[in-house]
Protein backbone atom coordinates (compact mmCIF):
# COMPACT_ATOMS: atom_id res chain seq x y z
CA UNK A 1 0.00 0.00 0.00
CA UNK A 2 2.67 2.44 0.96
CA UNK A 3 4.53 1.99 -2.87
CA UNK A 4 1.06 2.15 -3.90
CA UNK A 5 0.87 5.56 -2.38
CA UNK A 6 3.96 6.66 -3.44
CA UNK A 7 2.72 5.95 -7.00
CA UNK A 8 -0.08 8.29 -6.11
CA UNK A 9 2.19 11.04 -4.72
CA UNK A 10 4.28 10.79 -8.01
CA UNK A 11 1.50 11.45 -10.68
CA UNK A 12 -0.37 13.82 -7.65
CA UNK A 13 3.13 16.16 -7.89
CA UNK A 14 1.79 17.00 -11.54
CA UNK A 15 -1.21 18.98 -10.94
CA UNK A 16 -1.21 20.91 -14.31
CA UNK A 17 -1.33 18.22 -16.59
CA UNK A 18 -4.02 16.21 -14.28
CA UNK A 19 -6.27 19.03 -12.90
CA UNK A 20 -5.32 22.62 -14.28
CA UNK A 21 -4.64 21.95 -18.03
CA UNK A 22 -8.09 19.86 -18.99
CA UNK A 23 -9.96 22.57 -16.92
CA UNK A 24 -8.28 25.51 -18.49
CA UNK A 25 -9.20 23.88 -21.66
CA UNK A 26 -12.39 22.94 -20.85
CA UNK A 27 -13.81 26.54 -19.27
CA UNK A 28 -11.40 28.55 -21.85
CA UNK A 29 -13.54 26.54 -24.36
CA UNK A 30 -17.11 27.27 -22.85
CA UNK A 31 -16.16 30.82 -22.10
CA UNK A 32 -15.80 31.27 -26.13
CA UNK A 33 -18.79 29.07 -27.16
CA UNK A 34 -20.93 31.62 -24.02
CA UNK A 35 -19.64 34.83 -25.99
CA UNK A 36 -20.78 33.58 -29.49
CA UNK A 37 -24.20 32.67 -27.88
CA UNK A 38 -24.30 35.98 -27.02
CA UNK A 39 -23.31 37.26 -30.40
CA UNK A 40 -25.47 35.75 -32.73
CA UNK A 41 -29.06 35.23 -32.77
CA UNK A 42 -30.46 32.90 -30.18
CA UNK A 43 -34.23 32.48 -31.76
CA UNK A 44 -32.99 28.84 -32.16
CA UNK A 45 -30.95 26.10 -29.83
CA UNK A 46 -27.04 26.52 -30.33
CA UNK A 47 -25.36 22.89 -30.42
CA UNK A 48 -21.34 22.91 -30.11
CA UNK A 49 -19.02 19.69 -29.33
CA UNK A 50 -16.40 22.49 -27.41
CA UNK A 51 -17.08 19.56 -24.40
CA UNK A 52 -15.14 17.19 -26.67
CA UNK A 53 -11.92 18.75 -26.02
CA UNK A 54 -11.35 17.80 -22.54
CA UNK A 55 -12.43 14.38 -23.33
CA UNK A 56 -9.69 14.60 -26.07
CA UNK A 57 -7.20 16.06 -23.43
CA UNK A 58 -8.04 12.85 -21.06
CA UNK A 59 -7.21 10.54 -23.66
CA UNK A 60 -3.96 12.45 -24.03
CA UNK A 61 -3.18 12.52 -20.64
CA UNK A 62 -3.86 8.46 -21.06
CA UNK A 63 -1.19 8.38 -24.17
CA UNK A 64 1.61 9.96 -22.17
CA UNK A 65 1.14 9.06 -19.04
CA UNK A 66 3.28 6.15 -18.59
CA UNK A 67 6.31 7.66 -20.47
CA UNK A 68 6.55 10.59 -18.13
CA UNK A 69 6.77 8.51 -15.60
CA UNK A 70 6.69 4.62 -15.91
CA UNK A 71 10.75 4.96 -16.32
CA UNK A 72 11.16 7.03 -12.93
CA UNK A 73 8.78 5.24 -11.31
CA UNK A 74 10.63 1.67 -11.61
CA UNK A 75 13.87 3.53 -10.81
CA UNK A 76 12.75 4.32 -7.65
CA UNK A 77 12.40 0.74 -7.24
CA UNK A 78 8.37 0.58 -7.28
CA UNK A 79 7.13 -2.49 -8.10
CA UNK A 80 4.76 -2.33 -11.79
CA UNK A 81 1.85 -3.96 -10.08
CA UNK A 82 2.11 -1.15 -8.17
CA UNK A 83 2.60 1.54 -10.89
CA UNK A 84 -0.30 -0.12 -12.67
CA UNK A 85 -2.67 0.07 -9.38
CA UNK A 86 -1.66 3.40 -8.83
CA UNK A 87 -2.09 4.54 -12.18
CA UNK A 88 -5.49 3.20 -12.19
CA UNK A 89 -6.40 4.84 -9.18
CA UNK A 90 -5.27 8.40 -10.67
CA UNK A 91 -7.04 8.20 -13.87
CA UNK A 92 -9.69 7.01 -11.99
CA UNK A 93 -9.91 10.04 -9.64
CA UNK A 94 -9.36 12.34 -12.57
CA UNK A 95 -12.15 11.04 -14.63
CA UNK A 96 -14.76 11.11 -11.59
CA UNK A 97 -13.75 14.55 -11.08
CA UNK A 98 -14.51 15.50 -14.70
CA UNK A 99 -17.39 13.64 -15.05
CA UNK A 100 -18.47 15.49 -11.66
CA UNK A 101 -17.71 18.94 -13.15
CA UNK A 102 -19.62 18.42 -16.22
CA UNK A 103 -22.58 16.75 -14.45
CA UNK A 104 -22.75 19.41 -12.23
CA UNK A 105 -22.59 22.45 -15.42
CA UNK A 106 -25.27 20.37 -17.20
CA UNK A 107 -27.73 20.39 -14.89
CA UNK A 108 -26.88 24.26 -14.55
CA UNK A 109 -27.33 24.60 -18.26
CA UNK A 110 -30.55 22.84 -18.38
CA UNK A 111 -32.11 24.99 -15.97
CA UNK A 112 -31.01 27.84 -17.13
CA UNK A 113 -32.50 27.40 -20.20
CA UNK A 114 -28.57 27.32 -21.53
CA UNK A 115 -27.29 30.41 -19.91
CA UNK A 116 -30.02 32.34 -21.19
CA UNK A 117 -28.48 32.19 -24.33
CA UNK A 118 -29.99 28.27 -25.48
CA UNK A 119 -26.84 27.21 -25.71
CA UNK A 120 -25.64 23.74 -25.61
CA UNK A 121 -21.76 22.98 -24.26
CA UNK A 122 -22.99 20.59 -21.28
CA UNK A 123 -26.37 19.62 -22.09
CA UNK A 124 -27.56 17.45 -24.90
CA UNK A 125 -31.53 15.99 -25.71
CA UNK A 126 -30.45 12.09 -26.36
CA UNK A 127 -26.76 12.00 -24.21
CA UNK A 128 -28.67 13.74 -20.78
CA UNK A 129 -32.15 12.03 -21.59
CA UNK A 130 -31.80 9.26 -18.53
CA UNK A 131 -32.22 9.77 -15.04
CA UNK A 132 -29.60 11.88 -13.15
CA UNK A 133 -27.48 8.31 -12.02
CA UNK A 134 -27.51 7.16 -16.18
CA UNK A 135 -26.00 10.31 -16.54
CA UNK A 136 -23.60 10.57 -14.15
CA UNK A 137 -22.90 6.82 -14.91
CA UNK A 138 -22.48 7.49 -18.87
CA UNK A 139 -19.89 10.50 -18.39
CA UNK A 140 -18.19 8.16 -16.08
CA UNK A 141 -17.48 5.22 -18.66
CA UNK A 142 -16.75 7.49 -21.44
CA UNK A 143 -13.95 9.60 -19.55
CA UNK A 144 -12.86 5.74 -18.01
CA UNK A 145 -12.82 4.60 -21.45
CA UNK A 146 -10.87 7.12 -23.18
CA UNK A 147 -8.43 7.32 -20.28
CA UNK A 148 -7.29 3.56 -20.46
CA UNK A 149 -7.57 3.50 -24.44
CA UNK A 150 -4.38 6.26 -24.15
CA UNK A 151 -3.07 4.24 -21.41
CA UNK A 152 -2.82 1.41 -23.21
CA UNK A 153 -1.45 2.90 -26.13
CA UNK A 154 1.03 4.24 -23.90
CA UNK A 155 1.94 0.82 -22.53
CA UNK A 156 1.84 -0.68 -25.61
CA UNK A 157 4.50 1.83 -27.21
CA UNK A 158 6.86 1.07 -24.04
CA UNK A 159 6.58 -2.67 -24.64
CA UNK A 160 7.31 -2.52 -28.11
CA UNK A 161 8.97 0.96 -29.06
CA UNK A 162 8.90 2.78 -32.46
CA UNK A 163 8.84 -0.18 -34.68
CA UNK A 164 6.24 -2.21 -32.97
CA UNK A 165 4.32 1.21 -32.85
CA UNK A 166 4.63 1.27 -36.40
CA UNK A 167 3.63 -2.44 -37.27
CA UNK A 168 0.57 -1.84 -34.94
CA UNK A 169 -0.51 1.32 -36.72
CA UNK A 170 -0.43 -0.83 -40.00
CA UNK A 171 -2.18 -3.61 -39.12
CA UNK A 172 -4.82 -1.40 -37.29
CA UNK A 173 -5.34 0.42 -40.22
CA UNK A 174 -5.60 -2.86 -42.67
CA UNK A 175 -8.32 -4.68 -40.01
CA UNK A 176 -10.36 -1.79 -40.18
CA UNK A 177 -10.09 -1.25 -43.97
CA UNK A 178 -11.11 -4.87 -44.06
CA UNK A 179 -14.02 -4.12 -41.88
CA UNK A 180 -15.11 -0.87 -43.36
CA UNK A 181 -15.09 -2.92 -46.86
CA UNK A 182 -17.10 -5.58 -45.56
CA UNK A 183 -19.73 -3.56 -43.94
CA UNK A 184 -20.41 -1.22 -46.93
CA UNK A 185 -19.98 -4.52 -49.49
CA UNK A 186 -22.66 -6.04 -47.21
CA UNK A 187 -24.91 -3.21 -46.60
CA UNK A 188 -25.14 -3.30 -42.95
CA UNK A 189 -24.38 0.11 -41.77
CA UNK A 190 -28.39 0.76 -42.12
CA UNK A 191 -28.72 -2.06 -39.22
CA UNK A 192 -26.13 -0.33 -37.67
CA UNK A 193 -27.82 2.84 -37.44
CA UNK A 194 -30.77 1.26 -36.52
CA UNK A 195 -29.11 -0.38 -33.52
CA UNK A 196 -27.90 2.70 -32.01
CA UNK A 197 -31.34 4.64 -33.01
CA UNK A 198 -33.16 1.97 -30.81
CA UNK A 199 -31.19 2.36 -27.66
CA UNK A 200 -30.17 4.94 -25.50
CA UNK A 201 -26.69 6.85 -24.38
CA UNK A 202 -26.20 5.07 -21.68
CA UNK A 203 -27.15 1.84 -22.79
CA UNK A 204 -24.54 2.12 -25.50
CA UNK A 205 -21.89 3.38 -22.85
CA UNK A 206 -22.32 -0.09 -20.92
CA UNK A 207 -21.28 -1.78 -24.03
CA UNK A 208 -17.97 0.24 -23.29
CA UNK A 209 -17.42 -1.58 -20.65
CA UNK A 210 -15.77 -4.18 -21.50
CA UNK A 211 -13.86 -2.80 -23.70
CA UNK A 212 -12.17 -0.79 -20.99
CA UNK A 213 -11.39 -3.74 -19.16
CA UNK A 214 -9.78 -5.26 -21.87
CA UNK A 215 -7.58 -2.00 -22.14
CA UNK A 216 -6.99 -2.31 -18.16
CA UNK A 217 -5.45 -5.60 -18.78
CA UNK A 218 -3.69 -5.52 -21.60
CA UNK A 219 -1.87 -2.42 -20.26
CA UNK A 220 -1.03 -4.63 -17.40
CA UNK A 221 0.09 -7.58 -19.10
CA UNK A 222 2.41 -5.51 -21.54
CA UNK A 223 3.88 -3.27 -18.52
CA UNK A 224 4.79 -6.40 -17.05
CA UNK A 225 7.20 -6.97 -20.11
CA UNK A 226 7.90 -3.47 -20.45
CA UNK A 227 11.68 -2.70 -21.44
CA UNK A 228 13.00 0.81 -19.05
Not at 76 to 84: L, N, V
Not at 190 to 211: D, E, K, N, R
Amino acid sequence: MNRISGVLKLHYRDKWSWIYIPAIILFFSFGVNLTVSFLVSNQEDLYTGGISSVVIYIFVAGIIVVGKTFPFAIGMSIRRIDYFIGSVIIGTISSAFFTSLIFLFAQLEKQTNGWGTRLHFFYFPYVNDGTLLEQFILYMILFLNTFFLGFLISSYARRFGRKGMFLGAMVFLLIGSIVIFLLHHFEVWGSIFSWFASHTAVQIAYWLMPFTLLYLLGSYRMLRRAVI
